[in-house]
């Protein structure tokens, strides 16, 4: 029995007991045949051109996944943000970068939500391009300054021993630095802006309570998740970003997480198009990964270990997942057109990295309705060989996580497509 299902920050995630009786299947050839629906095809009417898929089936395919998977969002699209700046350092990162932390506030939804922003900006640069992303532990975790705020929130006790109360302390700082290469990245002339992902929903079960959906009503809440909360915080950090950061060019902003937070980030770019990339970084199941394959993690397990992360309809796929209207294929291809890169890693087989890769590829009949070449071929490429147009794609050797082998192909990719030198 596989009891583990993914590495990160040197604790295994058990399943719960209810997750481990669902069989887990390893072995392609196991997989029962399936058949993908087409995107491109709305309610009976083939979409061939680009202001068709505009006008009807783009947004055909992001209703269903509200209403089916990840949610519909209850807010307004235009929410006012109250920001209130808790620091700035002018000589951080050892004088390379300046660091900002910032607290948004929602008062129009409610006096207790806050979503607490660390901001790094290279020092004396100006219209630079920024990542937006969500870490685990809390922003003190990201980085060894000292000056960064000890999360006060939640934070999930399987993630660091020294996590008591499920409260985190001052040892923590820097525990997840691996993941957030900060020094490279200001380094290439790129800013970064993230927040702790249990701000406004802590993962667990209840953390609705205490978060952006205690405002809502039961039927609301049950129709939204955790994810949908999650993608909801990256768009208001952009807000935020647009609205306040002049140094940041508003239309070179990158959303980029790992795992469910790569899940997150999909949606997010689904349906925020000022994510002028996104990037999914062993996101899997839920995620990048092909839902209809049955290996690795399944819709069954998703729903089973985390009930509260997709809406209530998603439940009703756990024993049939070709009753999907979609699958994660057509996820990635509301991103179109703008550049998409999805990333795997050889040893994250619960993520299923084939079907990672065979999304990506079947993205491509909505990217051709722009003329654009996506990963532009059908071969899975070798372990750290990054490859892809519009459409990247590595997998990188090695465990489920986000290291600075995976950042340097995102950034050579936002080079690219931004055209930087
Ligand atoms: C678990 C979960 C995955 C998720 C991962 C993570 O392994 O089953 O769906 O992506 O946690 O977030 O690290």
Known sequence: MRVFV?????????????????????DETKI??????????????????????????????????AEEVYGI?????SI????????????????????????????????????????????????????????????HTTTKEQDIFV??????????????????????????????PMEAIVARGYAVATAYYGDLEPDHAEGWKTGLRSVLTPEQRDKWGALGVWAWSMSRMVD????????????????VGHSRIGKATLWAGAEDPRFAIVV????????????????????????????????????????????LPVDQHALLGLMAPRPLYVASATEDTWADPKGEFMSALEAQN?????????????????????????????????????LIYDWEQYMNFADKHFKIK
């Not at 969002?73 to 699209?77: A, G, H, T, V």
């Not at 722009?370 to 532009?376: M, N, P, S």
């Open 6 to 26: 993914g590495v990160f920050l040197a604790v295994a995630v058990t399943l719960t007991a209810n997750a481990q009786k669902i069989p887990v299947n390893y």
């Open 73 to 77: 969002n209850p807010f307004p699209p």
């Open 280 to 323: 999914s970084n062993d996101s899997g199941e839920g995620g990048a990964a092909l839902a209809r394959r049955w290996i690795g993690e399944t819709v069954e397990h998703l729903n089973t270990q985390f009930p509260h992360w997709f809406c209530a309809n998603y439940k009703k796929y756990n024993k049939a997942v070709s009753d």
């Open 240 to 255: 935020y970003l647009i609205q306040n950061e002049t140094q940041i060019d508003k239309n070179k902003i990158i959303g």
């Open 366 to 402: 909505v990217y051709s309705l722009y003329k654009k070449t996506g990963l532009g071929t059908e071969k899975m490429p070798l372990p750290n060989t990054s490859i892809g147009q519009t459409i990247g794609y590595h997998i990188r050797e090695g465990k489920h996580d986000i």
């Open 151 to 180: 999360t006060e929130n939640w934070v999930n006790a399987g993630f660091d021993k020294s996590y008591t109360n499920n409260r985190a302390t001052e040892a923590s700082r820097g525990i997840a630095e691996r993941r957030w």
């Open 80 to 139: 006012k943000i109250a920001t209130e700046v808790r620091g700035i350092n002018e000589n951080a990162l050892g004088g390379k970068a300046i660091s900002k932390q910032v607290t948004l506030r929602f008062p129009e939804i409610s006096p207790n939500l806050a979503l607490h922003v660390l901001l790094y900006l290279p020092k004396n640069a100006q219209k630079v391009p920024a990542f937006v992303s969500l870490n685990f532990t809390g922003n």
């Open 32 to 65: 029962p045949a399936y058949t993908l629906p087409d995107p491109l095809l709305v309610k009976g009417k083939r979409i061939s051109t680009k202001t068709a898929w505009e006008k009807e089936g783009r947004p055909a395919v992001l209703k269903m996944f």
